[in-house]
């Protein structure tokens, strides 16, 4: 079973993504945030495999929390789920400890394979973010 933390400051995405994986057999969401300070009591707080991290929340951001939950439990995977487009943020943040960054439009079974591959202490990336690391390398 994968353990998985939703981090997200609007309820009814929190809801639908819990929903959704309450459908796999092998997910189970075993704690919710609205922010990034509430990410980093949740982890500490809970033990889980993955958090679903969305970027843009008031107070503390999902950018500024990543640093502290990578700090604090190194183990833990962590898919960015963002409405801002992959070239906007994704290979940064992929530098920064992110296991994945997913655009909040794509399938929601992409969700769902992200965090399996995650799971497996593999990061996921797309084709989307392959072509921007690529691009970073031929400079």
Do not use: W
Not at 42 to 50: G, P, Q
């Amino acid at each position: 079973m994968i353990k998985i933390g939703i981090v997200d400051d609007h309820a009814i995405v929190r809801s639908g993504l819990k929903q959704f994986f309450s459908d796999q057999v092998d997910l189970r969401v075993v704690g919710e945030a609205a922010s990034g300070r509430e990410a980093i009591d949740l982890v500490r707080n809970v033990e889980l495999d993955i958090l679903v991290m969305d970027l843009s929340m008031p107070g503390q951001s999902g950018i500024d929390a990543l640093a502290m939950i990578r700090a604090k439990a190194p183990d833990v995977g962590i898919l960015i789920l963002s409405g801002y487009p992959e070239e906007h943020y994704a290979v940064n943040l992929i530098r920064q400890g992110a296991s994945g960054y997913l655009n909040k439009e794509c399938d929601p079974m992409e969700i769902v394979n992200a965090i399996r591959v995650i799971s497996l202490g593999k990061r996921y990336i797309t084709p989307a973010v392959a072509e921007l690391l690529a691009q970073q390398l031929n400079r």
